[in-house]
């Protein structure tokens, strides 16, 4: 069986591949309202958006920080729809340093250039800290799914075999996801 680490390992490179994720907060009358945005995910996969305080959605997690996530690739077909549902909680990253680095990124890893500078100075940067996933994969078997909701120590092993050289961690393939083979055999993952 595999362990919640190197699950978190198949979520991570699933997270990287992918560029949009579709926001899910609830408005003050208690409705639903979802945004599609642009994101970044660094190593603890929390994911980052820019977006303006006064757009629906911000107003929405200024009254609630919790939402859900959702990460999907375009399929034309049943067998290959993958995605990743999310829940968690929202923050505005406000110390400047940190900010300023993760716009960076976050410029560089969209290519916006610098005519955008001033309406990214004026956006607030969004941090999405996942607190529960769930992963499906019809590339591998119609239905393919795996759920999480992460303990500490489950964080913890993810980012230490997440920082450790290639080739030095027996629990965390460094350069390549499971296959499909071996997460099949995996009773873990059976519906």
Aim: proline content about 5%.
């Amino acid at each position: 069986m595999r362990n919640t680490a190197s699950q978190l390992q198949t979520i991570a490179a699933f997270l990287r591949q992918e560029t949009t994720l579709a926001l899910a907060t609830v408005d003050e009358q208690g409705e639903p309202c979802v945004t599609p945005l642009f994101y970044m995910v660094d190593a603890d996969l929390t994911l980052y958006w820019l977006s303006s305080a006064s757009s629906r959605h911000s107003l929405n997690l200024a009254r609630s920080s919790s939402a859900s996530v959702a990460v999907y690739r375009h399929a034309e077909t049943w067998r290959q729809i993958r995605g990743l549902q999310m829940r968690g909680q929202v923050s505005a990253i406000a110390q400047r340093e940190r900010r300023r680095a993760l716009i960076e990124q976050y410029r560089q890893r969209f290519q916006l250039g610098a005519v955008l500078r001033l309406a990214i100075s004026q956006c607030t940067l969004y941090a999405f800290r996942p607190e529960s996933f769930r992963y499906l994969d019809n590339t591998k078997r119609f239905g393919y799914r795996l759920e999480l909701l992460p303990s500490e120590s489950d964080w913890q092993r993810f980012r230490a075999a997440a920082a450790e050289p290639p080739g030095q961690n027996s629990a965390l393939p460094a350069s390549r996801p499971a296959s499909p083979e071996e997460e099949i055999k995996s009773d873990r993952f059976e519906n």
